[in-house]
């Protein structure tokens, strides 16, 4: 099992209905065919860390994330969240025993990211403010 975290803070004067949109669109990724099962709402750490929002997807093994991050919901779901969010942290968990697991989600990840510049503009341009 890989769950796949992520942790971000809503930009200052985000308006509540953008807000609603970026949480329905994680909402839609959580029901995909390859996410075991997904929370998706407000962050319960510490304050200090700087996040108000959080969501975990849980995919079965690496084939499952491979799916995961190439599934049309996953692409426009980054769409409609990253022009709003600031603060954005991913990671990964794993219970699978496999050393070179690490290296094959982040290879998957940036073949993802090579195969899509529009994408790969939108990540890599987003202000942090």
Request: hydrophobic share 45%; net charge negative.
């Amino acid at each position: 099992m890989i769950v796949h975290v992520l942790r971000f803070c809503f930009k200052d004067g985000t308006a509540q209905e953008d807000v609603a949109a970026c949480m329905e669109a994680l909402q839609r990724v959580g029901q995909m065919d390859s996410v075991s099962f997904a929370v998706i709402g407000q962050y319960a750490g510490p304050a200090a860390d700087g996040y108000t929002h959080s969501a975990a997807f849980a995919l079965a093994d690496i084939e499952a994330f491979h799916r995961y991050m190439h599934e049309p919901a996953h692409r426009a779901a980054d769409f409609i969240v990253h022009p709003h969010v600031t603060n954005f942290d991913v990671f990964d968990i794993s219970d699978e025993d496999n050393p070179d697991l690490s290296s094959e989600i982040a290879d998957i990840q940036q073949r993802r990211l090579a195969a899509d510049r529009e994408l790969t503009s939108l990540i890599s341009t987003r202000p942090e403010d």
